[in-house]
């Protein structure tokens, strides 16, 4: 089984294009006059004598910028775990399984990104999953067991209409849950694939509406 890319590249990506875009809204503003500082002269004054010109020159006064930065760096970090909380509030929907507590999500089939698509889609051919179908990614709170992990979804999944399939691991520290509807007409399926080596867990889900 293929792993995903590296998440701290994934987050990390993020974090910086957050801040990027937070720094760039708060830069003030810059009095230039063709690209250089001002440095105006006045005209020189001319006292006349029986045989030379005296100039003399004194320096203008430079305008003085007014503009104050919109956020200071308390108010950029509010900013940004603010962005990170409303992030994570749209990463669910209606249907997702409610979020392993403290866990972080990572992305979703929204998010359009090839690789992660493809791996994917590689479980989800090795699993009997037909398209179309939705994934989401969490990286999970450090001392994660799979233990922890299986207790959790048995105790979430079931009472939103489906019953335990399979329960096994796989190599390299790779385990499985599947989900199936509990009757119905639509078949319904949800897998959890948990990835001891990175701390993460892959969700799978077919028609879940």
Not at 3 to 31: A, D, E, Q, W, Y
Not at 83 to 112: C, H, K, M, N
Request: a negative charge.
């Amino acid at each position: 089984m293929r792993h995903p890319i590296n998440k701290h590249l994934l987050r990390g990506f993020l974090l910086v294009m957050i801040l990027i875009t937070i720094s760039c809204s708060c830069m003030p503003g810059k009095n230039e006059f063709n690209g250089e500082e001002a440095t105006a002269e006045t005209a020189a004054v001319v006292e006349m004598t029986t045989s030379t010109v005296a100039p003399t020159k004194t320096k203008a006064a430079l305008p003085t910028d007014t503009v104050e930065p919109t956020l200071d760096e308390a108010a950029a970090a509010t900013e940004l775990a603010t962005i990170l909380e409303e992030y994570a509030q749209v990463s669910l929907r209606e249907w997702s399984v409610p979020t392993y507590p403290d866990s972080t999500f990572l992305l979703d089939d929204r998010d359009g990104m090839a690789d992660w698509d493809e791996i994917v889609a590689s479980q989800a051919r090795n699993l009997a999953i037909e398209s179309p179908y939705y994934y989401e990614f969490y990286e999970m709170p450090p001392t994660t067991k799979y233990a922890d992990v299986r207790a959790y979804f048995n105790d979430e999944i079931p009472p939103l209409g489906y019953k335990t399939g399979a329960d096994m691991q796989g190599t390299n520290q790779i385990y499985l849950l599947t989900f199936v509807n509990d009757g119905g007409s639509i078949k319904r399926k949800i897998v959890v694939q948990y990835w001891g080596v990175e701390n993460m867990i892959m969700i799978i889900y077919k028609t879940p509406e």
